[in-house]
Each structure stands twice: as structure tokens, then as C-alpha cells.
């Protein structure tokens, strides 16, 4: 690997760490929002009583979808650090393996141990290669899991607007919730697909 290569590595992890910490930021206020929505919904059913007595299962599988979002956020985020480490050991490993060859280079005659050091060296990043592929196989999947939940919500939310068309006098209200809730799951989907674009690099 040369030093223009070197730098690129450099770079990719850098773009890539402080996409990882706007995507951890956005993602916590974004469900943040979805649960508070969820919650308003559910407060509108009890106001109205029997009047809302058919929007009051959709607001119920919106609490239920906010926390499942939540509980595979929680996944996603506990797959991120390990990812990220272990790209970290890589880079790490590159750097020492190309200082290394320098050295022995310039004095191979003088330091016969500088080979077996490298080659040391050079299975450390094979091993922590490997663990990268595996951290971001296992970030990958927990990404489609939590795609899947979103996926799952957003169709939800269809049938909350749905519902709120039919609900005459109290359609306002109702529109404007179902109308909140699906702004934030779009917000979501939007967020995870820039996230996954900008990582794939790595991951695959």
C-alpha cells in the first residue's frame, strides 16, 4: 500500500466516524420524536372516547412500532463501536506495517528480526480484517432489521391517515398527528439510507 493509499484509508475513516457520529445524533432525536407523536395519539383517542374508537388501535401500533424502532436503534448502535474499532486496528496495522518495510528496506543486513516482525504484523491485520467483515456483516444485518421495522411502522401510518380521513368532525386533529408521524418515520427512513450509503465502503 502506498502513501496515496494510506491517505485515502485515512480519510474513508475519518468520513466515515463523523458520518457514524451525526447518523447516532440524528437517530436519537428522531426517535425521540416518534415516541412523543405516538404518545400524542394515543392522548387524542382518550380525549374523543368512542368517537376515536377505531383510530385507537392505530395509536396503539404506533406506540408499539416507536418501541420496536427503539429496541432495533439500540442494536444498530451497539454493532456501530465494534465496527469502527476494528477498522481503527486496521488502519492502525497498515501504518506499522508500511513504517516496518521502510526500515527493512534500508537494513535488512543489520536487523535479521525485522522480517518476522513484519510478518507478525502483517497476521495482525489479516485477523483484524477479518473482524471488520464480521462486525459489518453483523451491522449490516442489523440495519435490514431495523429497515424492517421502519418499513413496518410506515405502513402503519398509512392506515393512520387512512383512518383520520374517516373520522369527520374530529379529522383535523387526527390528520395532523397521523401527518406528524409519518414527516418523522420519513425523517428515519431518509436518515438510515444516507447513513448506509456513506459506510457501505466499508462494510462490504
Known sequence: MDDHSLETLRRDFIAVADATYAFQGALKKRLREIDRK?????????????????????????????Q?????????????????????????DVQQMESLRNIHNAATTHCPSMAERLR????????????SRRAGLALN??????????AELDYVVVNGRIEAALKGAVNA??????????????????????YREQIERIIE
Open 38 to 66: 405516538a404518545l400524542n395519539a394515543q392522548v387524542l383517542v382518550k380525549r374523543h372516547g368512542k368517537d376515536l374508537a377505531g383510530y385507537g388501535v392505530v395509536a396503539q401500533a404506533f406506540r408499539e412500532g416507536a
Open 68 to 92: 420496536a424502532m427503539q429496541i432495533a436503534a439500540e442494536q444498530v448502535q451497539k454493532l456501530i463501536n465494534p465496527l469502527m474499532l476494528h477498522f481503527m486496528e486496521t488502519l492502525r
Open 120 to 131: 507478525q504484523h502483517a497476521d495482525m491485520h489479516d485477523r483484524h480484517a477479518a473482524s
Open 141 to 150: 444485518i442489523a440495519l435490514d432489521r431495523f429497515q424492517a421495522v421502519i
Open 173 to 194: 386533529p387526527l390528520s395532523q398527528v397521523s401527518m406528524e408521524m409519518d414527516r418523522s418515520v420519513t425523517g428515519v427512513q431518509d436518515l438510515l439510507r444516507t
